[in-house]
């Protein structure tokens, strides 16, 4: 046996007994989630982790066959993100996805009550995270992922994040808070990750930008499909990473009391200036469209007129567990 492999098996083995030791047993888990306000699945924690490794060889055949619908073709503020979990505690529900072009993050996010997890995709040609796995090497906590080595950071007790490599292109985390023990959930659904792709396909699109902004994130969020909400932003080709605009559909009223009145998509808008300022115009279906930056005025009315609506948002996974 050479020194690497005796390294990576001591890694294995310290990893495994790490995990074991740290594990309560199954009435302890359920009583903390249950004092949560959740309830646990009946199943034990290692048969959660031994699915897992089962989900892997499902999600693959699945993600493949989906990556072929028409809702999961990547398309200008349409994206698709590559990876879904296969295991959540139970009483958490999807409330946001978000991704864009190129290098973009790619984010999900479900809830139950104020506890939270996160699961992110971050390129590896992105330069902030091209030196994550020197990053996961120098760290002391580390644990296993699918069998690569990944790191622990924000341990709390009711929060922590793992983060480990997918492949040599894909960073992923998996940031778990206000969760009795966030650790151990956390590897659990770590474990469970599977590169099977869900689309964002939100109400809008964007037509033409002004000369030197170009399209950075879509996002869609809400508890439910009744509360629906799109999200755009664009940024400026010099700093690619901060939104110069930002362009929302949602039901709510953006509040335009005391606006001037400007003439948006062939109708009656409004304009409020400030430092971030807004234009504003309710579409035909009674939502309201916002385009807000720190940009002048026409422009703003130039990317309201540009946007284009899409009558066949996807919001029915709004509020829905992951199964």
């Known amino acids: 046996m050479t020194r690497s492999e005796h390294d990576t098996e001591t890694l294995i083995r310290d990893s495994l007994d ?154 992923l985390t998996a940031r778990v808070a206000g969760v009795p023990e966030a650790r151990l959930v956390a590897l659990w659904i770590a474990q469970g990750v599977t590169a099977a792709p869900v689309g964002v396909r939100g109400e809008l699109r964007f037509g033409a930008l002004p000369a030197g902004l170009t399209e950075r994130s879509a996002a869609v969020k809400g508890t439910g499909p009744g509360d629906a909400s799109t999200e755009l932003t664009a940024a400026d080709s010099a700093r690619p990473s901060v939104p110069a605009v930002r362009v929302t559909a949602s039901a709510g009223s953006p509040g335009v009391s005391g606006a001037a009145p400007v003439t948006v998509r062939g109708g009656q808008g409004f304009f409020v200036a400030g430092r971030e300022a807004t234009v504003a115009v309710r579409l035909p279906s009674g939502r309201w469209l916002t385009v807000s930056g720190a940009r002048p005025e026409a422009e703003l009315v130039a990317v309201a007129d540009g946007v284009r609506l899409d009558p066949s948002p996807d919001y029915r996974w709004l509020g829905r567990a992951t199964s």
């Not at 693959?60 to 990547?74: E, Y």
């Not at 040609?125 to 990053?135: G, Y």
């Open 18 to 171: 790490r995990l074991a030791a740290r594990a309560p047993d199954g009435d302890a888990v359920r009583d903390a989630l249950a004092r949560a306000g959740r309830q646990r699945r009946p199943a034990t924690k290692l048969a959660l982790v031994a699915a897992a490794v089962v989900v892997l060889v499902a999600g693959v055949f699945v993600g493949t066959r989906a990556i072929t619908t028409p809702d999961l073709d990547p398309a200008a503020s349409r994206p698709v993100l590559g990876y879904s979990p296969g295991w959540l505690p139970d009483g958490f529900t999807e409330q946001y996805r978000e991704g864009g072009p190129g290098t973009a993050p790619q984010v999900r996010r479900w809830f139950a009550g104020p506890a939270e997890v996160t699961l992110s995709v971050y390129s590896t040609a992105d330069p902030e995270w091209s030196q994550t796995e020197l990053r996961i090497a120098s760290i002391r906590d580390q644990v296993l992922v699918r069998g690569r080595v990944a790191m622990v950071t924000g341990d709390t007790g009711t929060a922590a994040l793992i983060t480990w490599l997918a492949d040599d292109d894909h960073v």
